[in-house]
């Protein structure tokens, strides 16, 4: 059987030349970039040739970027390293943000949730884009306040702009590169404090750095600014699509349509249905969608990002998220049509 792949938001396959620069850097500076010698120091060169790459792609400079494993390692970096100095005053979050920025969240004193009176607020926190229904947020503006952009989502597919923040989020596995690689950046002038300390990344990060999955990282992000571009040209599909599917039915709704959106995604509401029964239906006829994020699949309570917005339990479960991949063919998303067509009859 034929299989269509419609979940991008949870991850994207790694490009050709990701997967290649990360064998590479596997094969043949697999020695701990920490170590003096020369087989360390050529680890060392590696590394810090992917981080200026990166950074290069960023628009910020090296020394600002700190390699993780995940975008949830450095959403817990960055919240639990502003904790000590700012964590007693007001933190205001988007409620509908990821569990990687909420989890670490919950040892601030005060937690506010967007949009709300950010007056005398020390942290904003706002996803540049929902990975669920793919609706793009601006940073709010607080003089004084870290603004903190989770990008994990938005990057590659709009572009991202660290002059609306003071730290920002970034993850590999989202944009084509490998898992096992994110990135962290931060200003220097930041109230930020180590909490996992070592002598890796500039005492900011313990732990030896997966040096392959940096290095399908920094090639990947070479390829950002022909993703972003090969991602707006899914806007006309997703628009067709959500017009067929609302057009079967009066209770059906696209999530955040007519407001900014990454051009990829669309969060289907298809009230009287199970989302979770139409996504295994279409995976069964070879179409891979969700129900909204990859990280909370199989959980039994409703999306937070959906009721969020002010829809009931019952409506977040008949959510299906539709993400396209750079490229998708016209052909892929009339055949998804007819597929979600046929399981919504049944």
């Avoid at 670490?104 to 706002?126: F, I, S």
């Amino acid at each position: 059987m034929e299989r269509f792949y419609f979940d991008a938001n949870a991850t994207a396959p790694p490009l050709p030349e990701a997967l290649a620069a990360q064998a590479r850097a596997s094969a043949q500076a697999w020695a701990n970039p920490t170590s003096t010698h020369r087989e360390g120091q050529r680890a060392r060169h590696l590394l810090e040739e992917a981080r200026r790459g990166v950074a290069g792609v960023l628009g910020a400079a090296p020394g600002e970027l700190v390699f993780c494993s995940s975008a949830t390692e450095a959403l817990h970096l960055l919240l639990r390293g502003l904790r000590p100095r700012l964590g007693d005053s007001p933190a205001c979050v988007f409620p509908g943000e990821h569990s990687a920025c909420l989890n670490p969240l919950k040892d601030w004193t005060q937690v506010r949730w967007l949009p709300c009176d950010t007056a005398g607020a020390a942290t904003l926190v706002q996803m540049a884009a929902s990975n669920e229904t793919g609706i793009r947020y601006a940073m709010p503006k607080e003089p004084g306040a870290v603004r903190i952009m989770d990008a994990a989502q938005a990057w590659g597919k709009v572009p991202v702009d660290l002059g609306s923040c003071d730290a920002a989020v970034f993850s590999g596995h989202k944009a084509g590169g490998p898992r096992g690689a994110a990135v962290l950046w931060m200003r220097p002038d930041l109230p930020w404090t180590s909490v996992m300390e070592g002598p890796q990344e500039r005492r900011r990060r313990g732990g030896t750095e997966d040096l392959g999955a940096i290095a399908g990282l920094a090639e990947a992000a070479r390829a950002v600014p022909a993703r972003v571009e090969a991602n707006a040209a899914l806007a006309a599909l997703r628009d067709a699509l959500e017009e067929e599917v609302l057009g079967w039915s009066p209770d059906y709704e696209a999530l955040g349509r007519g407001l900014p959106r990454l051009p990829n995604t669309s969060a289907l509401m298809l009230r009287g249905h199970n989302g979770e029964s139409v996504q295994i239906a279409l995976d069964l006829a070879g179409f891979a969608v969700s129900t909204g994020s990859a990280c909370h699949s199989g959980a039994t309570r409703p999306s937070h990002a959906i009721t969020s917005l002010g829809y009931t339990e019952a409506e977040a479960r008949s959510v299906i998220r539709i993400s396209m991949l750079p490229g998708t063919p016209q052909t892929s998303v009339e055949a998804l049509a007819a597929a979600l067509k046929r399981v919504l009859k049944r």
